[in-house]
């Protein structure tokens, strides 16, 4: 949310290298993290239906027309022990979980945000996770350094953007490969600044 000072969270010093010195750091905010996971989040409610559909297609010709489904649990049963089902059956059984977690991403993210703190070094960025590095970026991995202000929860530093060569509906509206980069920030260019100047150094 906002910049963390340079004598506060002294506890991380010993996640640095030898010699390596703070030039930044900063926290999330908890909006600005969720927001930033959305298009996650979207994704893995689309798989949600459709292994929903997936595995209710099955249940429905496990049962056969005009009867009457009593017992899901054994409607899914019948549906994998009949080869013209088993393989509906199956891929929606092997699509929810991945959905589900996919779904839950925005929500985690709210709940890890208090646990994260964003660092810039003069050798390398880093994402930290209840003080243990999570992600580690050299000068060498940053990608097209962008600045998006006055988002929900914040501004962003975007520093890895995946390659949106295909200009597709599902390029533009979901997303398994998200961006990397410091979210919900209260003030993004001093994150932004700090990012210049050590991939310059």
Known sequence: MTEIGATQATNRDHLLEQGERVLWRGQPSGVGLMRA????????ITL???????????MQGAVGEGQEVMDSLAALEASFSDPKLRYIA??????LPFALWMAS????ALSRAKAMTYLVTDRRILILNRDVIEQSFRPGEIIQLKVNRNRPGGGDVIFIEPSDKLKSLTKKHFSVAPPKGFFGLEDPQPAASAIERMAGG
Do not use: C, D, H, N
């Open 48 to 58: 949600l239906f459709f292994s929903w559909l997936s595995l209710q297609a099955a």
């Open 90 to 95: 199956f891929i929606g059984a092997f699509v």
């Open 37 to 44: 996971m959305g298009k996650e989040g979207l994704t893995g």
């Open 105 to 108: 991403t925005p929500l985690r």
